[in-house]
């Protein structure tokens, strides 16, 4: 027998207890969520460096 959710869709702005981590969790727990077939999770959220941060890799000669 196959299965079927329906789904409401939601206001992250207007829902307090919903929010970016809240969603960042859900995933978390069941990425295939995304429906992007088997994924591996590897952080949350990753924090990127600002440009001025990056290190500068000098030319080969």
Sequence with gaps: MNEY???E???LVKEA????KW??????????ILGLGDLI???KERIHLRS?????????L
Excluded: C, G, Y
């Excluded at 969603?23 to 295939?32: F, G, K, L, T, W």
């Excluded at 001025?52 to 080969?60: A, G, H, K, L, M």
């Design 52 to 60: 001025t941060e990056r290190p500068v890799s000098s030319p080969t």
């Design 9 to 11: 869709k939601i206001n």
């Design 41 to 43: 999770l590897k952080d």
């Design 17 to 20: 207890n919903l929010n970016e």
């Design 23 to 32: 969603v960042q969790d859900r995933i978390a727990e069941n990425p295939s």
């Design 5 to 7: 959710a329906t789904f």
